[in-house]
């Protein structure tokens, strides 16, 4: 029987915790243990590498874990893993590294090292990110959402917070939309290879995509022209006016009366204002503030012809806008991501997402024309 060498990667002195096990390729039985800023990884290969070949990523096995060291690490303990040694033992030979080693620490995290401050539901999903690998998840909208979201809880501007929170977003939005394109196709029985009609589709158009969210949450929405959009944002300065005005603490609460209003809840005549702002495009307050004007700003800050907030006083409007937006979709997404790796999510809201394209777009004529 072939030699097998075992691989023992021990960081800032390594863990004896609960245990992870998966496999990677054909390599079975990797384990992964995580303490409190501290992590084991172990496994055994037929192949023997090097100490070097390991830490320049040559064996993707070490690679693999490494990233899911970092990405289990912030979702267990509740904060970013910060490595300051590492020990490589191969078959019993020990190789010690810190920061004063070249490169180190081979790998970079850009989670942020204090509390992250997630939902319990996080933990929920462990063996999803255990079981997937870098390909699939690059290609999944969950973990973009994910990564986007990690990443930022360590950003210290709210211009850069809101850049991640946005980018994860639109990652949601973007899985739900991909969902319903799935089952669409199944229901119509369209072979993946063939295209779907424009007038079917709801991926890559952001505008489409976020209206149907706001149908998810709401079930209600205004399609409003790009013209008439414009010259409504043209005059509607009531609402960063008021939004000057919150702490962050007001903001939250803010947030939980908007979103207790879809169940029914009367909202405070403290915010009686702000639901006008909000009627004036045909939306509830809480899809609102959590999707019709974050989009707004990001095509305020997110486009090439437009400068971006480089330069910012401590008390411009713009920071405090974007201050009340991150809360939004911080609170939303910290609830929501965890969701999308349940069972049924990816069907959840099919039928409810395809109500809305039959409300506003040209979805029965294409389907009565697939059906000729």
């Known amino acids: 029987m072939p030699r097998k060498h075992t691989y023992i990667i021990n960081i800032n002195g390594g863990s004896k915790r609960q245990e992870l096990l ?67 033992n191969i078959d019993g030979e020990v190789t010690s590294f810190d920061k004063s080693s070249p490169s180190f620490p081979f790998m970079f995290s850009m989670i942020g090292n204090g509390k992250l401050n997630l939902s319990c539901k996080w933990k929920d999903i462990t063996s999803e990110v255990i079981s997937t690998t870098k390909t699939k998840l690059e290609n999944d909208f969950r973990f973009g959402a994910m990564f986007s979201y990690l990443s930022s809880r360590s950003k210290q501007y709210e211009v850069e917070r809101f850049t991640d929170l ?10 739900i939309a991909q969902s319903y394109e799935i089952a669409l196709r199944k229901e119509l029985e369209i072979d993946d290879k063939v295209a779907l009609p424009k007038s079917l589709c709801l991926q890559k158009n952001d505008s489409l995509s976020i209206g149907a969210l706001c149908w998810i949450l709401s079930k209600k929405y205004r399609k409003i022209s790009r013209k008439d959009a414009d010259e409504l944002w043209k005059n509607n300065y009531d609402t960063e006016k008021i939004l000057c005005t919150y702490s962050e603490s007001q903001i939250r609460g803010l947030y939980q009366a908007a979103k207790n209003q879809l169940v029914g809840e009367p909202l405070p005549e403290q915010y009686a204002e702000l639901v006008l702002c909000a009627e004036k495009f045909g939306a509830p307050l809480y899809t609102y503030l959590l999707l019709i004007y974050p989009y707004h700003w990001r095509c305020n800050l997110f486009h090439g012809n437009r400068t971006t907030l480089l330069f910012c006083a401590y008390n411009d409007y713009e920071i405090a806008v974007i201050r009340t937006v991150n809360c939004f979709l911080e609170m939303f997404l910290n609830e929501s991501i965890p969701e999308t790796f349940q069972t049924d999510f990816s069907m959840k809201y099919y039928e409810t997402v395809k109500q809305y394209m039959q409300e506003f777009t040209g979805f029965e004529k294409e389907v009565e024309k697939l059906k000729t």
Do not use: C, P
């Open 22 to 88: 998966y496999g990677y390729g054909h390599v079975k039985g990797v384990s992964i243990r995580l303490g409190k800023q501290q992590a084991t990884i172990t496994y055994q290969t037929g192949t023997k590498r090097g100490v070097d070949e390991l830490i320049s990523f040559k064996d993707n096995t070490f690679r693999d874990a490494y990233r899911k060291v970092y990405l289990l690490h912030a979702i267990i303990m509740d904060q970013g893993l910060v490595v300051k040694k590492i020990d490589v």
């Open 166 to 175: 946005w980018t994860s977003m639109n990652s949601y939005y973007s899985f």
